[in-house]
Nanobody, 115 residues
Framework: QALLVESGGGLVQAGGSLTLSCAGS????????MAWYRQAPGKQRELVAS???????NYADSVKGRFTISREKEQNVIDLQMTSMKREDTGVYYC?????????WGQGTQVTVSS
């Protein structure tokens, strides 16, 4: 069974840093499209950063210059390095993959930024 597993969430002070990691397992081939989403309390899930099938990287405007997405493509692993974190970065972060026209989501990892 193919699945995504996130790790690295936790509590961090404003201005601090945190790195999330997502590993895909059970996939027969390399995943082309992977991304990080987040959902803050009472808000809709939003895209944070993504890799396209062509290697393009996109970031939400709110995280540009502070977050960096990276990948080990052959291992189906993506990381999200978060720096200069703000309270509004608080939420549940989800790993996402599009593989053979099927969407996969991780279970989510909580990130809390305190003032």
């Amino acid at each position: 069974q193919a699945l995504l597993v996130e790790s690295g969430g936790g509590l961090v002070q404003a201005g601090g840093s945190l790195t999330l990691s997502c590993a895909g397992s059970g996939f027969m081939f390399t995943i082309d499209n992977m991304a990080w989403y987040r959902q803050a309390p009472g808000k809709q899930r939003e895209l944070v950063a993504s890799f396209s099938a062509y290697g393009e990287v996109n970031y939400a405007d709110s995280v540009k210059g502070r977050f960096t997405i990276s990948r080990e493509k052959e291992q189906n692993v993506i990381d999200l390095q978060m720096t200069s974190m703000k309270r509004e970065d608080t939420g549940v972060y989800y790993c996402y993959a599009l593989y053979t026209f099927t969407e996969y989501w991780g279970q989510g990892t909580q990130v809390t930024v305190s003032s």
